[in-house]
């Protein structure tokens, strides 16, 4: 195991994140990661699209340190509508389970007021650690 997922066993199972992790090793943050492709354009306005390459880019940043979706220990959401959020969660789902895996870090979702690019509808930070 690359990391403990911490779970009281008496709490209800959690669906698709953890409540808590602990882990050892060299750490790697992310900063503010959004929906555009590598020249900084975006593509589509579909709010699950635009999760699926915001976490299509946090594997590529995690990889520049030889870390993997696996290494994931925290994720922070900001969305700017947390109904386009919930409406999407079969699209979202699917956009995690094909890019990070099976694999449920840490989580916390935010509703905001705006994100810094107009189009951005998700902007998600992300924290890994990769094992010693």
């Known amino acids: 195991m690359l990391h403990e997922v911490l ?18 090793g060299r750490m790697v943050f992310t900063g503010g990661v ?3 492709n590598d020249q900084q354009e975006f593509e589509t306005d579909d709010f699950g ?3 699926r390459i915001a976490l299509q880019s946090i594997v590529a ?9 696996e290494h994931l220990v925290r994720l922070t959401w900001y969305v700017t509508d947390k109904q386009e959020y919930l409406s999407a969660l079969k699209q979202i789902g699917q956009a995690y389970k094909d890019v ?3 694999h449920y870090p840490a989580m916390a979702l935010v509703q ?6 107009d189009r951005a509808k998700v902007e998600i930070e992300a924290t890994a650690v990769i094992p010693a």
Request: hydrophobic content about 45%; glycine content about 12%.
């Open 7 to 24: 779970h009281p066993k008496s709490w209800k199972a959690t669906p698709g994140y953890s409540n808590g992790i602990a882990a050892t």
């Open 61 to 69: 940043i995690l990889a520049e340190a030889g870390a993997r979706p």
């Open 34 to 36: 959004i929906g555009w």
């Open 112 to 117: 905001v007021v705006a994100l810094v690019e």
């Open 100 to 102: 990070i895996g099976r």
């Open 49 to 51: 699209e635009q999760v």
